[in-house]
Nanobody
Framework: QVQLVESGGGLVQAGGSLRLSCAAS????????MGWYRQAPGKQRELVAA???????NYADSVKGRFTISRDNAKNTVYLQMNSLKPEDTAVYYC???????????????WGKGTLVTVSS
């Protein structure tokens, strides 16, 4: 199995910045797309940002221009740099990865347990 561990969440004032990290470990042959999702109280989980193995990215409209997703393929790690944070960014942020664990195998979705980001006004 593949394990994903997020870190970097915390409490920050509006306008501040945080950097989230997600490290994948386990028996991994390859990782395709990786992404960050978030879920706020009373809301559905939503895609924040995603990045392919080739570096193509996409973002939710609400975070464009403020958040940047990146990855280090050698370390199987994905990052989310969050700037100009707003109270509405408050949520549990989850790391997601599509991974193949054996040559010739198929990709499976894996999820981290989440890290809490709280933005105060």
């Amino acid at each position: 199995q593949v394990q994903l561990v997020e870190s970097g969440g915390g409490l920050v004032q509006a306008g501040g910045s945080l950097r989230l990290s997600c490290a994948a470990s386990g028996s991994i042959f390859s990782i395709n797309a990786m992404g960050w999702y978030r879920q706020a109280p009373g809301k559905q989980r939503e895609l924040v940002a995603a990045i392919t193995s080739g570096g193509s990215t996409n973002y939710a409209d609400s975070v464009k221009g403020r958040f940047t997703i990146s990855r280090d393929n050698a370390k199987n790690t994905v990052y989310l740099q969050m700037n100009s944070l707003k109270p509405e960014d408050t949520a549990v942020y989850y790391c997601n990865a599509g991974a193949v664990v054996a040559r010739g195998g198929y990709g499976m979705d894996y999820w981290g347990k989440g890290t809490l980001v709280t933005v105060s006004s």
